[in-house]
């Protein structure tokens, strides 16, 4: 079969293009001549009464110049002229919280967590199908579904799975287990979590002194030569381990992942050891720059430089992107150098890895794969491939414009942005980032509603004949062909990427399309993820009705996905932005203006 096979063709899509009516100056003409001619005193009386609604609409013209234009945008269903928001909004924002839908999500997250604890309370992991609950290593549990769910509790207020959640951390959680546990997972579940529900629950002491606890015995990975972590942590012995794949290799995401957690908890006992440790892993990093500015997926723990790898916004580096931004956000826009870092960041990926595809010109992000050739010269393959995990890029993007972008520095960019705010890149970055939240929904326009784990776009040089230019076939599940086992891109995981960026770009814009494209995805997920008996599963093929489903709920369902959905649809007043940085895995963290200053700005 050719690769044509794995082309699906797509359902229609809805049209995007804005919806655009002709004035028609003739007809304008025609009805003023429709007028009668009338010489009576109630005539001229009533004409009189005119001339000051017209003086005081004329001088208020004058003076809103755009009122016009927004109100004609309003009636026509466009955007503003001057904001970047939806028709309508503008200014500070107060958004009407949509209580039925958030009804919806809260019940899915009971569905999720009651049956959770009906089956498997305090196992690592949730087996929904076979209503059996799995530990990460034979040492036993430490609460990782359990910690990774507990502040979305409190942010949907339910207080008593809130309570029997905080008695099992009470008196069940030992983090004294003899067995390597990814640094990273541990980190932005465990860590992030402990530290949230800290805040969240008004300072309750038992969260802080578990996490002092957590990353006491976690600090020890970072004493390698370069500062990096190793990728694994035996909590028991407080020693870090190598992963055993590739024993030099760390990821970037992994090791540029764990900074807002480690600083915050700096910050709550003034103790400044968490912090250092983390830095100097951002000092590395920013040490390590490779010529274009991007970053490869892996890097070598001991030298502390990037190897050969694939450059990318998706797994394995992912998050490394995020966090340059959320540094600079979590310490209240006071450090530069990560301001810097992503600036520079940003736009070496706007250089390298942002495409459009050939038809429907969707904004895209691909890979740069490298390639080794005899004479010994390395050379970098575009791939136009885009994992899910992307799609958290699109919101960051946008936020990333609102806190960086500003035309006049030091002043904040409103919300919705105008677009005489920004400066050049603030536009670009603004501009980028809703066409990926556009593009990200786009990949959801399978037969189920929910986007695969990895897509592909079209490139001219693919070879696959597009058959009707009237239904472009942008994209595709590579390998995924009638009849055959679904390939692993095919699946949904409940992953949160694309909600988490909705969320983001409703409460910077207002638009309500993102709170019905985030409804849309929370119905596919009711349809085809829903476990009956309890709990939601990952299927194996986004375009196969009826789903097949495979007996795992992730973690990050009851963190994030539910979180950002709920979130949505809340009041703005919920986890605003400008008060909170949610870390990697939703777990929201207060900004703050730190004590301590970053050291290596000038190196
Ligand atoms: C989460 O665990 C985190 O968001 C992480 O950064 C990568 N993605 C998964 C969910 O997809």
Same mark, same amino acid.
């Given at each position: ?7 699906r ?10 919806i655009?009516? *002709? ?7 025609q ?5 009668d001619? %009338?010489t009576? #005193? &109630? @005539? ?5 009464m ?5 003086l005081?609409?004329?001088?208020f013209?004058?003076y ?12 026509l ?5 001057d904001?970047?928001?939806a ?5 500070d924002l107060?958004?009407?919280p ?9 019940e899915a997250?009971?569905h ?5 604890e ?12 076979s209503q059996?609950?799995s530990?990460?290593t ?8 359990i910690i ?9 207020g339910?207080? *008593?799975?809130?309570?029997r ?6 008196t069940?959680?030992?983090? %004294?287990?003899? #067995? &390597? @546990? ?8 465990i ?6 529900a800290y ?5 309750d002491p ?12 976690i600090?020890p990975v970072f ?9 694994k942590?035996?909590l028991a012995?407080?020693?870090g381990?190598p992963?055993?794949e590739?024993p030099n290799?760390?990821?970037t995401a ?8 480690f600083?915050?908890l700096s ?17 590395t990093i920013?040490?390590?720059r ?7 997926i892996?890097m070598?723990?001991d ?7 694939a ?15 959320k540094?600079?956000i ?6 530069p150098?990560?301001?810097d ?8 990926v706007h250089?390298h890895?942002?495409?459009k595809?050939?038809y ?8 740069l ?7 010994g010269?390395?050379?970098?393959r ?5 994992d ?7 919101g960051s ?7 960086t972008?500003?035309?006049v ?7 919705p942005p105008?677009?005489?705010d920004?400066t050049?890149?603030?536009?670009r970055?603004?501009q ?5 939240v556009r593009t ?11 986007a695969?784990?990895?897509?592909h ?5 693919d ?12 994209w595709?599940?590579?390998?995924a062909r ?12 409940l992953?949160?990427e ?5 969320f983001?770009?409703?409460r910077l814009?207002?638009?309500?399309k993102?709170?019905?494209w ?7 997920i009711?349809?085809?993820?829903k476990?009956?008996t ?7 093929n986004?375009?196969e ?7 795992k ?8 996905t ?6 949505l ?9 400008d008060k909170?940085?949610?870390?990697t895995?939703?777990h929201p963290?207060?900004?703050f203006t730190p004590n301590?200053?970053?050291s290596f700005?000038?190196?």
């Amino acid at each position: 079969m050719s690769s044509d096979a794995s082309l699906r063709k797509r359902k229609t899509q809805p049209k995007k293009e804005p919806i655009r009516r *002709e004035s028609s100056p003739a007809n304008d003409i025609q009805n003023d001549d429709d007028f009668d001619i %009338d010489t009576s #005193a &109630l @005539f001229w009386y009533t004409r009189i009464m005119w001339i000051p609604l017209i003086l005081v609409t004329g001088a208020f013209l004058y003076y809103n110049p755009s009122a016009l234009q927004d109100a004609a945008n309003v009636f026509l269903g466009l955007e503003s002229e001057d904001t970047f928001g939806a028709p309508g909004v503008s200014g500070d924002l107060r958004f009407i919280p949509d209580a039925q839908k958030k009804d919806a999500i809260v019940e899915a997250f009971k569905h999720a967590w009651r049956s959770y604890e009906r089956d498997a309370m305090g196992c690592d992991e949730y087996h929904p199908i076979s209503q059996q609950g799995s530990n990460l290593t034979e040492a036993g549990g430490i609460g990782y579904t359990i910690i990774d769910s507990m502040d979305t509790m409190l942010i949907m207020g339910l207080d *008593e799975d809130y309570k029997r959640a905080r008695q099992w951390v009470e008196t069940r959680l030992n983090f %004294d287990r003899d #067995a &390597l @546990f990814s640094t990273f997972e541990t980190t932005i579940r465990i860590l992030g979590g402990l530290l949230s529900a800290y805040h969240l629950s008004g300072n309750d002491p038992l969260y802080l002194n578990l996490a002092v606890d957590l990353a006491n015995r976690i600090l020890p990975v970072f004493d390698t030569s370069s500062g990096l972590p190793q990728s694994k942590v035996n909590l028991a012995e407080r020693k870090g381990y190598p992963n055993d794949e590739f024993p030099n290799l760390v990821t970037t995401a992994e090791v540029a992942t764990l900074q807002l957690e480690f600083r915050y908890l700096s910050y709550l006992t003034g103790n400044e050891k968490y912090w250092i440790k983390v830095e100097e892993v951002m000092k590395t990093i920013k040490e390590a720059r490779m010529p274009h500015g991007l970053a490869s997926i892996y890097m070598d723990v001991d030298t502390g430089k990037f190897v050969p790898s694939a450059i990318r916004l998706g797994s394995r580096s992912d998050s490394y992107y995020e966090y340059l931004l959320k540094q600079y956000i979590q310490t209240n826009n006071t450090e530069p150098v990560y301001k810097d870092m992503y600036d520079d960041a940003i736009d070496a990926v706007h250089g390298h890895l942002i495409k459009k595809s050939p038809y429907a010109r969707m904004t895209y992000t691909s890979e740069l794969i490298p390639e080794q050739h005899p004479n010994g010269q390395l050379s970098w393959r575009l791939t136009p491939k885009q994992d899910h995990f992307v799609c958290f890029f699109g919101g960051s993007l946008m936020l990333g414009a609102i806190i960086t972008g500003a035309a006049v520095e030091q002043s904040l960019v409103s919300v919705p942005p105008k677009k005489t705010d920004f400066t050049v890149i603030g536009t670009r970055d603004w501009q980028t980032g809703t066409e990926l939240v556009r593009t990200c929904w786009d990949t959801h326009d399978t037969a189920t509603g929910l986007a695969p784990e990895v897509v592909h776009f079209r490139i001219p040089e693919d070879g696959i004949e597009n058959t009707n230019m009237h239904t472009p076939v942008d994209w595709y599940i590579k390998g995924a062909r009638p009849g055959e086992f679904p390939p692993y891109d095919a699946r949904y995981i409940l992953r949160p990427e694309t909600v988490e960026s909705l969320f983001i770009a409703f409460r910077l814009t207002g638009d309500n399309k993102y709170r019905e494209w985030g409804w849309s995805i929370f119905q596919a997920i009711e349809r085809h993820c829903k476990v009956e008996t309890g709990g939601y599963a990952a299927i194996i093929n986004v375009d196969e009705v009826p789903s097949r489903q495979e007996d795992k709920m992730e973690t990050f369902l009851m963190s994030e996905t539910l979180k950002y959905l709920y979130l949505l649809f809340e009041d703005a007043s919920v986890i605003p932005l400008d008060k909170y940085v949610l870390n990697t895995e939703a777990h929201p963290l207060p900004i703050f203006t730190p004590n301590i200053r970053t050291s290596f700005v000038d190196s």
